[in-house]
């Protein structure tokens, strides 16, 4: 069988575009976007980690991310996106749709506006359970901003300016997919969570993976400089156009 090409596992220079990936076509492997510009993104699969640089005015919708996302250098795009962690840096009029595991990491990012999970298509939730993902606690509203100011970067979005559930119609469609985790009562779910109430982080550990971990007792700028050293890290090994991704075809 064929190997797999890098290409299928992004998108790139595109404006105006709708642009799909359906089920099965990811199968679990890295996914990057990169300068796209008022386009409308629908991943419809499992992936391990996702890289969106240098977009602006685009939607983004993607199914469960067994690591980290992250997103850098764009401007005025909402992201829906579920992972073990979510990162946001030098970015600016972000709406964040998410379901994360750990806290939110920004840096240099302003206009951060959070909001719960809204994608649904149909295998959404086979892919929560391929990962194991426990969708009871929801940390995406618990944000660890590495630049702190006397001005808050990052805020809840009212229900009223919230966009509600997005679906992915497949052809083979015969019912209405359902949402794979449970929105706060703040969105008219059930999930209790207070979204205004932040935890006191005191710590933060970058994992081999890229996720950040926070614990207690290290200065913010420590924090600050952790996180720079592998955002730096990051930006070094996997460029825009460079990832990792697993050759499923044989």
């Known amino acids: 069988m064929p190997k797999l090409n890098k290409k299928d596992f992004m998108f790139a220079d595109q404006d105006g575009e709708e642009l799909v990936k359906l089920p099965g076509q990811i199968i679990g492997n890295s996914f990057v ?21 240098n977009c602006t005015d685009t939607r983004f919708f993607f199914g469960p991310t067994e690591a980290s996302v992250f997103m850098r250098n764009c401007k005025g795009c909402s992201l829906t996106a579920a992972a073990e962690q979510i990162r946001v840096s030098d970015s600016i009029d972000i709406d964040l749709c998410i379901f994360s595991l750990t806290d939110v990491a920004l840096e240099n990012a302003t206009g951060i506006r959070i909001a ?5 298509y149909t295998g959404v939730q086979e892919h929560f359970e391929h990962f194991g993902m426990n969708t009871a606690t929801n940390n995406g509203f618990f944000v660890h901003d590495f630049t702190p ?13 919230f966009a509600g559930k997005v679906t992915y119609a497949l052809e083979t469609d015969t019912t209405e997919p359902d949402l794979p985790v449970e929105w706060p009562v703040y969105f008219g779910g059930n ?29 913010a700028q420590e924090a600050h400089s952790k996180f720079n050293e592998q955002s730096s890290l990051q930006t070094d090994t996997i460029a825009p ?9 044989n």
């Open 33 to 53: 976007c990169r300068k796209l510009a008022n386009c409308t993104v629908y991943v419809c699969d499992y992936n391990s980690a996702v890289y969106i640089d």
């Open 116 to 120: 719960p999970y809204n994608f649904a």
């Open 149 to 161: 100011s006397e001005e808050k970067h990052y805020a809840v979005i009212s229900p009223e300016e």
């Open 191 to 219: 999930d209790d969570v207070d979204v205004f109430v932040n935890r006191d982080v005191k710590d933060s550990v970058v994992n081999e993976d890229g996720s950040v971990s926070f614990t207690m007792n290290v200065t």
């Open 241 to 249: 156009n460079e990832y990792t991704y697993t050759d499923y075809s």
